[in-house]
């Protein structure tokens, strides 16, 4: 059975979903005149329409779709996702301090349904105050809002002054820590780190270096390599993974010494980094969009660091197709919520790799899907249309392959599902067969 989220939130079961004649599109590739038939919260059955081999005949409560060689692929990971950003950078207050809790709870809810709707069936966080994605986790668990599967994130683990250390003047430090777990010495990055994860924390955010958007420059790395290791070691012991906000090359290195999950940003990339993370099964998250974004919207702004910008920007995406030709985990994910990137335009980045670092359609898609599931710890029932696998997948009203744009089109996304949940339904525009 399918599960079906009616228009008030109401969840109910349904017959089986059998999508026919779609062009199934994977990491693989595309796949043309195929059946997908969707029974409980699973992907029953993927074969080829012409013989329908395999796939039973329908009952009279089955639900029937003809596609006409509309597409069938899996629901998209953001894979660098800050849940409460709303306007970033746009007020002076101690990081994660902004708003208060209640209010960015309710902004996280927000911003999570959003993803869901834009065809982002899982998030992997890149940081959050006050345990908010632990609670937001809990609270889509729980049938409260429908949500993406979400790999709840950390408050930033750092040195005393670091980067997001330097949100508010030091005069104003009453105590209050907000987005910032303050950190000096090993043993105080191990307690930060458990503590983080007593709170609920499943990867751990970590602001290795300066740069990249942050008030501090791109070579200043923030903490040394016992501290980072030291709370690396502290998260692989509880099963946690770590992240790091990383913008030079002597830095990356350092990460991939320490054992490092993900790499975020990696400004700075070389050769060698790329060899050792291909090696190493490391993970990548370039996040340009926002530079780029924030670099356009303050041109001729008289900011001096734009120039600057514009430079790392140029380098970076310059160095992306090697990193994808090699075989470095690449993901999608970026900066939502800051000034300049709202919430809601997930998709747009797809776009921007596609045309500004000249990534083939597909690949880019293999970052969102396949990659995104292997980071979540889900590659063996995520990312993929394959029977067996968890359905979550989207219906998509042409081919990305041809235009990556439609991805970022609402209209174009006929349906959203989740685990056999449907989240968002207008498959009835395309013309049910049954």
């Known amino acids: 059975m399918v599960r079906l989220i009616a228009p008030l939130g109401i969840v109910g079961p349904v017959p089986r979903l059998v999508l026919r004649d779609a062009t199934v599109l994977d990491a693989d590739g595309p796949r043309p005149h195929t059946t997908v038939v969707v029974e409980d919260r699973r992907i029953a059955l993927v074969r080829p329409t012409a013989a329908d081999d395999g796939v039973p005949g329908p009952g009279p409560e089955d639900r029937v779709v003809d596609l006409a060689g509309r597409t069938v692929m899996p629901g998209m990971v953001s894979s660098h996702f800050h849940a409460t950003y709303h306007e970033l950078g746009s007020k002076t207050a101690p990081f994660g301090l902004e708003e208060p809790p209640a209010l960015q709870a309710v902004r996280a809810a927000h911003h999570l349904q959003l993803l869901l709707q834009s065809g982002f069936t899982g998030a992997v966080s890149a940081g959050a105050p006050f345990a908010i994605d632990a609670g937001m986790k809990a609270a889509i668990a729980e049938g409260l809002f429908p949500g993406p599967r979400l790999m709840a994130g950390s408050r930033d683990v750092s040195t005393t002054g670091h980067a997001g250390d330097k949100s508010f003047p030091w005069y104003w430090d009453v105590g209050a820590r907000g987005a910032i777990n303050r950190s000096d010495g090993p043993d105080e990055f191990r307690r930060a780190v458990r503590e983080e994860i007593k709170q609920g924390a ?33 998260a692989h012991e509880r099963g946690a993974l770590v992240r790091g906000h990383i913008a030079n090359r002597d830095a990356i290195h350092l990460a991939l010494d320490a054992g490092i999950d993900v790499v975020d940003h990696g400004d700075g990339l070389d050769e060698a980094a790329i060899e050792r993370m291909v090696e190493l099964g490391t993970f990548l998250v370039p996040s340009q969009l926002f530079p780029a974004r924030f670099a356009e919207m303050m041109s001729g702004g008289g900011l001096g660091f734009t120039a600057a910008m514009a430079q790392d920007i140029e380098r970076a995406l310059a160095v992306l197709p090697a990193a ?8 999608c994910g970026d900066d939502y919520g800051a000034v300049g990137l709202p919430h809601g335009r997930y998709a747009d980045e797809l776009e921007f790799y596609v045309k500004e670092a000249g990534i083939p359609p597909l690949d880019v898609i293999r970052w969102a899907t396949r990659h995104g599931a292997e980071l979540m710890g889900r590659g063996h029932e995520l990312g993929a249309v394959r029977e067996g696998f968890l359905a ?3 219906v998509v009203d ?12 609402p209209a174009r996304l006929a349906a959203v599902m989740k685990g056999g949940t449907i989240a968002k339904d207008e498959l009835a525009v395309l013309g049910d067969a049954g």
Do not use: R, W, Y
Not at 226 to 232: C, F, K, N, V
Not at 325 to 331: E, F, I, N, Q
């Open 202 to 234: 499943e990867i751990i955010k970590m602001f290795v270096t300066g740069g990249h958007g942050t008030v501090a420059p791109s070579e200043q790395t923030e903490m040394s390599f016992a501290e980072l290791s030291a709370g690396i070691e502290a």
């Open 392 to 394: 979550d997948l989207l």
């Open 398 to 409: 042409g081919d990305p392959l041809a235009d990556i744009t439609l991805l970022q089109d």
């Open 324 to 331: 994808n030709a090699a075989g470095v985990k690449l993901l």
